[in-house]
C-alpha cells in the first residue's frame, strides 16, 4: 500500500474533524480549512490508489512479457522485427 494513501486518509479524517469543530463554534475560517484538508487528503489518497494500481499492472505485465519470451521466443522475436518494420516505414510512403 502506498503510503500517500494512508497519509490522504489520515488528512481527510483531521479535515472533517476541523470542519466539525469550526461548524460548532461558529467559525466559518476553520470550516473553509476543514474542507480544504479534506478535499487535499482525497486528492492525495486518489494519488495512492493510482501509484498502486500502476505498480500493480506493470509488475502483472512484467510477468506476461517474461513468461511470453521464455515459451515463445521466436514469435516474441518475429512480433518484435514485424513492430520494428512498422514503425521504420511510418516516415515513408509505401
Given at each position: 500500500?502506498?503510503?500517500?494513501?494512508?497519509?490522504?486518509?489520515?488528512?481527510?479524517?483531521?479535515?472533517?474533524?476541523?470542519?466539525?469543530?469550526?461548524?460548532?463554534?461558529?467559525?466559518?475560517?476553520?470550516?473553509?480549512?476543514?474542507?480544504?484538508?479534506?478535499?487535499?487528503?482525497?486528492?492525495?489518497?486518489?494519488?495512492?490508489?493510482?501509484a498502486d494500481t500502476a505498480r500493480q499492472t506493470a509488475t502483472t505485465l512484467d510477468s506476461w512479457f517474461r513468461n511470453a519470451v521464455e515459451?515463445?521466443?521466436?514469435?516474441?522475436?518475429?512480433?518484435?522485427?514485424?513492430?520494428?518494420?512498422?514503425?521504420?516505414?511510418?516516415?515513408?510512403?509505401?
Amino acid at each position: 500500500m502506498d503510503e500517500n494513501r494512508l497519509e490522504g486518509a489520515a488528512r481527510e479524517i483531521g479535515g472533517k474533524a476541523e470542519e466539525g469543530v469550526g461548524r460548532l463554534a461558529g467559525n466559518a475560517r476553520l470550516q473553509a480549512e476543514g474542507a480544504i484538508s479534506q478535499a487535499a487528503g482525497r486528492a492525495q489518497n486518489l494519488y495512492g490508489q493510482t501509484a498502486d494500481t500502476a505498480r500493480q499492472t506493470a509488475t502483472t505485465l512484467d510477468s506476461w512479457f517474461r513468461n511470453a519470451v521464455e515459451e515463445q521466443p521466436y514469435a516474441v522475436a518475429m512480433a518484435v522485427l514485424a513492430a520494428g518494420w512498422l514503425l521504420g516505414r511510418l516516415h515513408r510512403p509505401l
